[in-house]
Each structure stands twice: as structure tokens, then as C-alpha cells.
């Protein structure tokens, strides 16, 4: 019982260890691998919003320079316009302002021509070689929109397909008014979109990052590196146009462009002056798979250290299960042993056939017993007892039966009303023997007298005794001494009870004597 109850404490101590080692380790892997989550996330939203910085200033700059780009080109038109309207009383001198425009074209990269259209649409000056015959010109957004516009400001309009070479230019135009602001023509000056193709081209970006030049009516000047196609492309539900411009002229974030459907971060700015706005967007796959190869380092190294701890987690919870089996052994190992101790003491102190004291232990006990009755001044009394007949019943019954009928006799002593220190030992063969610390003679007696009738109720046949009862009965003999200083030892207590016992033998067997009886 105990060994399997020390067996169920061992088993739910390894339990318990075993779910504290998993959840110790299951903790360290969580944390090692949440740290490196974090640390990853942290590095690139770091790296995103570099980017978005980054975007932002390429979109700042090349704000600027279509700025730039486009101041050049009004400042030109605003000189063409101080000519023409100069002229217009006395009518334009078409050649010689065609010479002036072809020295400013001159001057910059940016033109693919200047024109001056009356109002009715006819060319009247050009910087190209010849005037084509034959062209009019009225129906074009541009000549529409200064034809219905009072404001005397420049006008960049969609990107067209030139009428005199076929190239691809965005018009910039100006209105000419008379004294009255009646209308009087239009001035164009077309940049050239190669001339941003070709500046854009000088930027190193990924292949599928772009920079876009728009109108602020979100269509596409120049988107880089998409194909001409996408040029004059309405982009109005893109975020930038339904969100971002709406509140800040230059900015950045993560959207979905609606050029070509793909997710970018982007920056962009638009211009003060013009309504221009540029946009440069980095794709977002590319920019995870690079910063991804930077950071193969980094992965490589944490899952390095979560492979060393689920090893070491391993490792460490094979030995525990092997320590604990070898705890559980040496634990069942100690119970045993317990056991065979426990097993011994008692072989060593008990009787084996009637479980009584044996005569190791009623010696101990009786020289004990003396000893505290010296000390106190107490008596001490001995009562032997010899079961009559006995040999004579072994004969009878067989020495099996014999056995058995020590058994019943010793149980019975056993059972007689006695106090925690007396003792009952089997002295030796039929012999018994009861100690019976601190009582004197008349206690003896009646203890005797208790054993005799007691073993008389047992009514076990003996056909054999000389007695009529043909029971087995026994004869006591007593005595009781206050030992003193000198004696009696316990040689002397038991010869007097053994007297009185040899007394009562000699005196018919089946009755009680005491040593005072034997003087
Ligand atoms: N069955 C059995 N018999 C035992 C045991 N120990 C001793 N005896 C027997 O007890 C008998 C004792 O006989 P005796 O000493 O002659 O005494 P008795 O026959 O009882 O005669 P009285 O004592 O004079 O009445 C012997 O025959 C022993 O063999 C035992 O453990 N078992």
C-alpha cells in the first residue's frame, strides 16, 4: 500500500516535471521566435518607411524639375505673348515671330515646337521649318480651353500626338487677348515627352518601380518605365487622387497603383506653381525580396538558436525522464528493502508459528522492565505458563494439529485484558510467559487465573489428558518481586515463577500457583 502509494507520488512528481520542462521550453522557443518576429517586423517597417522617404524626395525633385521645366517654357511663351499682342493692332508678322520662337526653342532642350494660332484656329507663326498648309488647329483641348478661359495663365494640357511630326508632346499654352480680353489667338509651346523619358531614365530603379508625372486632373504625362500606352491613362481612383492630395500636397504610403494594379509604397509631391504632381512607387514585392536577402543572415542565425534550444529541449527532457525512471526504481528499490527490514525486525523479535514476542524479545523486555522497576521502586511480575499434556496431544492429533492448537492458545493469551506494557511471549515450545510491569502478586494471579479459564473456553478437545475434562488446559505459576539495587536479576524472577509453575504441575496441572505459595 504505502509502496504504491510512494509509486503514485513519484508518478505525479515526473508528471509535473515533465509539463514544467515542456512548458519552460515551449515558453524559451515562443520567445526566442516572437523576439526575432518583432526584431524582423521592427527592421522592416524601418526599411518601408526609408523607402517612403526615399520616394518621397525622388518625387520632391522631380516635382521641381518638371517645375522648372515648365517655368522655362512660360517664361518663353509670356516673351512670344508681349510680341504678339505688341502686333496685334497692326497685325502679326508671322515670319519674324516665327524666327524669334525658333531662337527660343533653341535655348531649350525641353521644346519640340512653339506655335501661334489666331482665332480662328490658323497656324500664324511656328518654330518648325515650314508652316504646314492647311492645318487648323480649333479643335484642340488646349485651343478650346484659352479660348474660354479669361485668365491670362498657362495652360499644360493631356499629352497629344503632334500634328506636324507625330511625336508624342504635352501642350503648354497661352492665351492672347486684345486691349479688351477679346480673344485673339493661342500661343503653344510642346515639350517633348522623350525629354523626360530621357532624364527619368537616369534614375536607377527596380524594373518594376515606377515614376510618374501627371496632370492634377490625374491623367498620365509620363509614367516610367511603362510603355507609351499608358501615357494620357486616367488614374482618379488611385488613393492619391481620392485621398492623399485631397489634404497634403506631398506625402507617401502603401497602395495599390492604379497604373497597373501592382502594390507599391510611394511618394509624391506636387507642384506649387503648375498643376503637376509626381509620383515615385517602389515596388513592394521587390523591396521585401531584397530586404529579405539582406536579412537571410538574420533568419539563418534565429533559427539557428530556436534548432539549439528544441535540441537542448530535447536533450534535456530525455535526461529527466531517465532521472526520474531511475528515481522511480531506486524509490520501489527503498520500498522493498523497507519491507525486507521491517520483515527482519520482526523475524528477530517475533515468533514465527504464533506471532507472539519470542524469547530474544522476552528477555529484552523482561531485563527492561526490571531495570525501570529499579529506578521506580516498582514491582515487577512473571507469570509462566505450560500447556499440560501437550506432548500426549501432539501424539494424538499430530504435531500439524499441534501447531494450530499453539496458534488458538497464543491468540487467546493475546486477547486477555492487559495494559499497553505487559507482555505476552511464547517462551519456548508449549511454553508461554506474561510480563507484567508494575503489578504485584494479586495482579499475577488474576492475570494467571484469566489465562487458565480462557484457554479452558477454547473447549479443544484433548482425549489423550489424564484430566476429565479431555480439554486442553494449561498450568500457571507467578511470582512478583520489587527488584533491589542488587536483584533479583532475570535469571531469579523467572526460576521463582518457574517454581510456582512446577508447583502447580505437581499439584494436578490445570490451576494457578503463585512463588509464595512455593516458599
Ligand atoms: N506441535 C508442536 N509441538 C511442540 C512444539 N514445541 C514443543 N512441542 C512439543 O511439546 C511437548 C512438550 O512435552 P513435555 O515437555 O514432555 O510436556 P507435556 O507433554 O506437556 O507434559 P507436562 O508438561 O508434564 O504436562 C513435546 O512433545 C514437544 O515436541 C511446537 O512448536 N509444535
Known amino acids: 500500500m504505502i509502496k504504491r502509494k510512494s509509486r503514485e507520488n513519484a508518478g505525479v512528481m515526473s508528471e509535473s516535471l515533465i509539463k514544467s520542462i515542456t512548458l519552460a521550453w ?12 518583432w526584431t524582423m517586423h521592427a527592421d522592416w517597417n524601418e526599411t518601408v518607411s526609408q523607402t517612403e522617404e526615399t520616394a518621397i524626395n525622388l518625387s520632391l525633385s522631380q516635382a521641381r524639375q518638371a517645375e522648372d521645366t515648365f517655368l522655362q517654357t512660360e517664361l518663353s511663351l509670356r516673351e512670344l505673348q508681349r510680341v504678339v499682342e505688341g502686333q496685334l493692332s497692326t497685325g502679326v508678322d508671322g515670319p519674324a515671330l516665327s524666327q524669334t520662337m525658333r531662337e527660343l526653342q533653341h535655348r531649350l532642350p525641353q521644346l519640340h515646337g512653339l506655335f501661334y494660332y489666331d482665332a480662328q484656329g490658323k497656324w500664324i507663326a511656328t518654330s518648325a521649318a515650314q508652316t504646314p498648309a492647311g492645318i487648323n488647329n480649333s479643335d484642340r483641348e488646349y485651343f478650346i480651353y484659352q479660348r474660354n478661359n479669361l485668365r491670362n495663365s498657362i495652360h499644360p494640357g493631356p499629352v497629344i500626338s503632334s500634328r506636324s511630326t507625330g511625336d508624342l508632346v504635352i501642350p503648354v499654352s497661352l492665351r492672347v487677348s486684345d486691349a479688351y480680353h477679346g480673344f485673339q489667338g493661342v500661343l503653344l509651346a510642346t515639350i517633348k515627352v522623350d525629354y523626360f523619358r530621357r532624364f527619368y531614365s537616369y534614375y536607377e530603379m527596380g524594373k518594376r518601380d515606377v515614376l ?3 496632370l492634377a486632373d490625374s491623367s498620365v504625362l509620363y ?37 497597373d494594379g501592382k502594390k507599391r509604397i510611394f511618394g509624391f509631391a506636387s507642384s506649387d506653381r503648375y498643376p503637376l504632381i509626381v509620383a515615385a512607387g517602389y515596388d513592394t514585392q521587390d523591396l521585401f525580396m531584397r530586404w529579405l536577402k539582406s536579412r537571410v543572415q538574420d533568419v539563418a542565425l534565429s533559427l539557428a538558436l530556436i534548432g539549439i534550444i528544441v535540441a537542448l529541449g530535447i536533450y534535456v527532457m530525455r535526461q529527466a525522464q531517465r532521472s526520474l525512471r531511475y528515481q522511480s526504481e531506486l524509490t520501489s528499490l527503498r520500498d522493498e528493502l523497507k519491507k525486507a527490514n521491517n520483515t527482519l525486525s520482526r523475524m528477530a523479535h517475533r515468533d514465527a508459528l504464533t506471532n507472539l514476542a519470542n524469547r530474544r524479545e522476552f ?17 515487577v511480575a512473571l507469570v509462566m505458563i505450560d500447556i499440560d499434556f501437550f506432548k500426549r496431544f501432539n501424539d494424538t492429533y499430530g504435531h500439524v494439529a499441534g501447531d494450530a492448537c499453539l496458534q488458538r492458545i497464543a491468540y487467546a493469551l493475546n486477547a486477555l485484558p492487559l495494559r499497553s506494557t505487559d507482555l505476552v511471549a511464547r517462551y519456548g515450545g508449549e511454553e508461554f510467559a506474561i510480563i507484567l510491569p508494575g503489578a ?32 486442553v488446559t494449561l498450568s500457571a505459576g507467578y511470582a512478583a518481586q520489587i527488584p533491589a539495587d542488587e536483584g533479583p536479576t532475570r535469571e531469579a524472577l523467572i526460576a521463582q515463577a518457574d517454581r510456582a509453575l512446577y508447583f502447580a504441575k505437581q499439584s494436578g496441572r490445570n490451576q494457578v500457583k503463585g512463588s509464595e505459595e512455593t516458599v
Not at 509614367?223 to 492623399?244: C, Q, V
Not at 479452558?456 to 484430566?467: A, C, M, N, T
Open 26 to 37: 515551449i515558453l524559451l522557443v515562443a520567445a526566442v521566435a516572437g523576439i526575432s518576429a
Open 212 to 214: 510618374v508625372l501627371m
Open 440 to 471: 504485584d502478586n494479586q495482579h499475577a494471579k488474576a492475570i494467571a487465573t484469566n489465562a487458565a479459564a480462557a484457554i479452558r473456553e477454547l473447549h479443544i478437545p484433548h482425549r489423550s489428558s489424564d484430566l476429565p475434562s479431555q480439554q
Open 363 to 379: 528477555d529484552r523486555y523482561l531485563d527492561e522492565a526490571l531495570t525501570l522497576a529499579r529506578q521506580r521502586a516498582e514491582p
Open 223 to 259: 509614367a516610367r518605365p511603362m510603355p507609351d500606352s499608358y501615357i494620357g491613362k486616367n488614374l482618379s481612383s488611385s488613393p492619391l487622387f481620392s485621398e492623399k492630395l485631397s489634404h497634403m500636397s506631398r506625402g507617401s504610403g502603401q497602395w495599390t497603383a492604379a497604373l
